[in-house]
Nanobody, 123 residues
């Protein structure tokens, strides 16, 4: 069974940076499919932050994070990253990594989820 574990969350002041990591275990990494980062804050729906096509590395971003966040992968180590720069208080949320297949920009395409890591940005 695929297990995903996020790390790297924490508290930071506005304008600061964090790098989230997601380690996958328990499976042979696919040569295709999707991996992504999502976030959810209290009272709000879970939303896509960034996604990557495992096969060719094509990426996509939510408009709210374009130019500030970067998703990347290390397939040899089964790791997924999210570099977050110029953080804003509105980025505060629980961040989740996930894998799946199909349309990578759609939350419904993801079937394997981590437990999440909290990111808090203070003004």
């Amino acid at each position: 069974q695929v297990q995903l574990e996020e790390s790297g969350g924490g508290s930071v002041q506005a304008g600061g940076s964090l790098r989230l990591s997601c380690a996958a275990s328990g499976y042979t990494p696919p040569s295709s499919g999707c991996a992504g980062w999502f976030r959810q804050s209290p009272g709000k729906e879970r939303e896509r932050v960034a996604n990557i096509l495992i096969g060719d590395g094509s990426t996509g971003y939510a408009d709210s994070v374009k130019g500030r966040f970067t998703i990347s992968q290390d397939n040899a180590k089964n790791l997924l990253y999210l570099q977050m720069n110029a953080l804003k208080p509105e980025d505060t949320a629980m961040y989740y990594c996930a894998t799946g297949s199909g349309w990578c920009a759609a939350l419904a395409s993801y079937t394997n989820w981590g437990q999440g890591t909290q990111v808090t940005v203070s003004s």
